[in-house]
């Protein structure tokens, strides 16, 4: 037997048998055999349903209960003729869902407890809804939803995301209600319908492969077949695209930089011993600077940009051309960049002292006399100058 998992844009079920609804969906039938600790899933993975629980003394083994009775305040009275009901907790899961918004629609009546006088009416079933994973009702009782009535249709709807192809509706009996009335095993959730449908125009159809289908696995061996080469031959003109649009990006860069001194990935890499935790100066909110080497024997330090600082190629470009126009005594010198890779890199001066936050809370800080204090405020305070009033391009700091 073979099974083909395909993604669809919704489904619909109702408890005991296939309707057609008023919009023309077709309600697949909820026939599941659960026990105390069960779950079904339907051939085609579309939709499953799961049970946790067993009622004492009961005699519906089924969990399914039925009445053929007319049902108020609805134009489809079949579709709640049927519901399954839980001892505890009641979970019905959509399966290989087009992500996106959806309208969850599900579908209540209430007529195990007449609307007479008698006391077979004082049974209350009370119970949570949750669909993924957030409590939408609490202590959600059919009958009182219905004002009070049997026999009367109540429908709840819920617009929820689904991210990860998969949609969760859970009916949890939290212990409140009445559980011996009309007959033992009668309280706990209960469900006669329900249904997911897209708040967006689907891209995939809702098509079914039959278990054991010659006819569908010829015609997914076909779509495959035509599908990869698809791919391959889309593959080979994006790569083709890709290369040639970094070779532009990368003469774009380089023109806004003026190039600079450019370092190629490979001889930082060396020169830091692969970016090496030994030869980690410091990190902050803009990334890592790491210690290195060059061939030539200087030692710099190379500014690795982070990828969360959300900073793309031409603003680091235009970072790269503003510092290599601004050149002060109290302001580190930058020796060059390299813009290849995720992580374009800055390499300036290596100031053997370390940072001056080290100097004065490190583990090793230094004991500074009040003098050289004095002498790093003015150093800090005429490059700050310089960056705001002196320079040609005004640099606004904003990380001191």
């Not at 907790?89 to 209430?110: C, H, K």
């Not at 940009?305 to 970072?319: N, P």
């Not at 060059?336 to 809370?361: I, M, Q, T, W």
């Amino acid at each position: 037997h073979v099974f083909l998992i395909l993604q669809t844009s919704s489904f619909a079920v109702d408890s005991g048998k296939s309707i057609v609804g008023p919009d023309n969906s077709v309600y697949q039938p909820d026939r599941a055999s659960l026990g105390a600790a069960s779950l079904y899933v339907t051939g085609a993975p579309t939709w499953g349903v799961s049970n946790v629980g067993k009622f004492m003394d009961a005699n519906n083994g089924s969990y399914i209960i039925h009445s053929p009775g007319q049902f108020l305040n609805t134009l489809d009275p079949e579709l709640f003729q049927n519901a399954r009901m839980s001892p505890s907790s009641l979970r019905y899961f959509g399966i290989g869902l087009e992500n996106g918004n959806y309208t969850v629609t599900l579908l209540f009546a209430e007529f195990d407890f007449p609307d007479t006088q008698s006391w077979k009416s004082r049974g209350r079933r009370v119970f949570d809804i949750y669909v993924q994973g957030e409590r939408k009702e609490q202590n959600f009782d059919i009958r009182k939803a219905a004002g009070g009535k049997s026999f009367t249709a109540v429908r709840k709807q819920y617009t929820v995301p689904v991210t990860k192809n998969f949609l969760d509706i859970h009916l949890f009996w939290a212990g409140k209600g009445t559980c011996c009335i009309p007959t033992q095993g009668y309280y706990g959730p209960a469900i006669s319908a329900l249904s997911a449908t897209p708040n967006f125009t689907p891209t995939v159809r809702n098509a079914v492969v039959k278990k054991g289908s010659k006819t569908g696995v010829i015609a997914g061996a076909i779509v495959g077949v035509v599908v990869l080469g698809l791919l391959a031959f889309a593959g080979i003109f994006v790569w083709r695209q890709k290369k040639r649009k970094l070779a532009l990006e990368q003469e774009e860069l380089y023109s806004i930089v003026g190039r600079p001194n450019v370092l190629s990935y490979g001889e930082l890499r060396s020169a830091t011993e692969n970016f090496s935790s030994n030869n980690l100066l410091g990190q902050g909110g803009y990334g890592s600077v790491f210690k290195g080497k060059l061939t030539d024997g200087r030692f710099v330090a190379v500014k690795q940009l982070s990828e969360t600082s959300h900073q793309g190629k031409k603003e680091f470009a235009t970072e790269i051309e503003t510092i290599s126009r601004v050149q002060h005594r109290n302001l580190v010198k930058l020796h060059g960049c390299c813009l290849e890779g995720n992580k374009p890199l800055l390499v300036y001066e290596y100031l053997e002292n370390g940072s001056l936050d080290r100097a004065l809370f490190g583990k090793g800080k230094s004991n500074l006399d009040w003098s050289t204090r004095f002498e790093i405020c003015l150093g800090i305070a005429r490059g700050l100058a310089y960056l705001h009033e002196e320079s040609s391009i005004r640099v606004v700091h904003r990380d001191i």
